[in-house]
């Protein structure tokens, strides 16, 4: 890999993105797998993180502070999602004693 | 050589622990396990020499998010093992299908030159000074509409939340 700086012992932008690929595929499998409408959402925050930490990883090696604020509102967009989402989830869960997502499906057709 | 032996070791753990929230059964476990991603991951930050990043997500995400999805787990009483599972068919064709997208992701990357401009062990744009000096002059209006964001998201939770009176 060609570099312009020194070469001080960094860790190839290769291994972040297959780090990072491997998360999300986790997080994808976690969506598909899963029934509990709960560990649906935890799947998609492994995702979020996953394209976080890639976002983070490129704005530190091509030096544009831009990826990372962009990772800074999506932490925020986040944190604003799961609370709405798990707000939606207590109350789906009052009105049909169930978060299992196969029983959820009036809205299907 | 240090510093790859820190991300391998890093991103063991994060995977594992991943993995894991797939696998364990009961939620409360998932919420730990995934917590321990969570820490994984700002550790994966401060390598970055992204200390601000880190510090945010530690707060954000092992302060807040975790204790939401906590205090749903434990207000819904989910803590029960076996109670939603798949068929294992649905499992292999989920995996399979996810490790497919896992090929095509990196199969991607053999035609893509990754150009790398700056050592993140120097770079300083990761230090609050640098990325505050960013958000406060470029990216000032997404910054206050984000505010407004958090605004409609809280009054929306408790508007949730609230008993309704039949």
């Given at each position: 890999m060609e570099t312009t700086v020194t070469q001080l012992q960094m860790i190839p932008l290769v291994y972040y993105i297959i780090f990072c690929t491997a998360l999300f595929t986790i997080g994808v499998v976690g969506v598909l797998v899963k029934r509990n409408a709960l560990a649906i959402f935890m799947s998609v925050e492994l995702m979020l993180n996953s394209a976080n930490l890639l976002l983070a990883a490129f704005s530190a090696?091509?030096?544009?502070?831009?990826?990372?604020?962009?990772?800074?509102?999506?932490?925020?967009?986040?944190?604003?999602?799961?609370?709405?989402?798990?707000?939606?989830?207590?109350?789906?869960y009052r009105s049909s004693r169930t978060i299992d997502i196969n029983i959820l499906n009036r809205l299907k057709w | 050589m240090f510093q790859v032996?820190?991300?391998?070791?890093?991103?063991?753990?994060?995977?594992?622990?991943a993995i894991m929230v797939l696998l364990s059964k009961k939620p409360i476990h998932s919420v730990l396990y995934l917590t321990l991603t969570f820490f994984a991951l700002a550790g994966h930050y401060i390598l970055l020499n992204a200390q601000f990043l880190a510090?945010?997500?530690v707060i954000v995400y092992a302060g807040a998010i975790m204790v939401l999805f906590l205090f749903t787990v434990m207000l819904l009483n989910l803590n029960k093992?076996?109670?939603?599972?798949?068929?294992?068919?649905?499992?292999?064709?989920?995996?399979v299908a996810g490790g497919l997208l896992f090929v095509v992701l990196i199969g991607s990357l053999k035609s893509f030159d990754l150009a790398t401009v700056s050592n993140p062990a120097v770079s300083q744009i990761g230090l609050v000074k640098n990325l505050g000096k960013t958000l406060f002059s470029q990216y000032l209006l997404p910054f206050e509409l984000s505010s407004i964001l958090f605004l409609s998201a809280m009054v929306g939770a408790v508007m949730l939340g609230k008993k309704d009176k039949e």
């Open positions: 090696y091509r030096n544009d502070s831009s990826g990372q604020v962009f990772v800074f509102f999506i932490m925020v967009v986040a944190a604003a999602e799961i609370a709405i989402g798990l707000a939606l989830l207590v109350v789906v | 032996y820190l991300f391998l070791f890093l991103s063991c753990v994060a995977l594992f622990s510090v945010v997500h093992e076996g109670q939603f599972s798949k068929t294992t068919l649905v499992k292999i064709i989920a995996v």
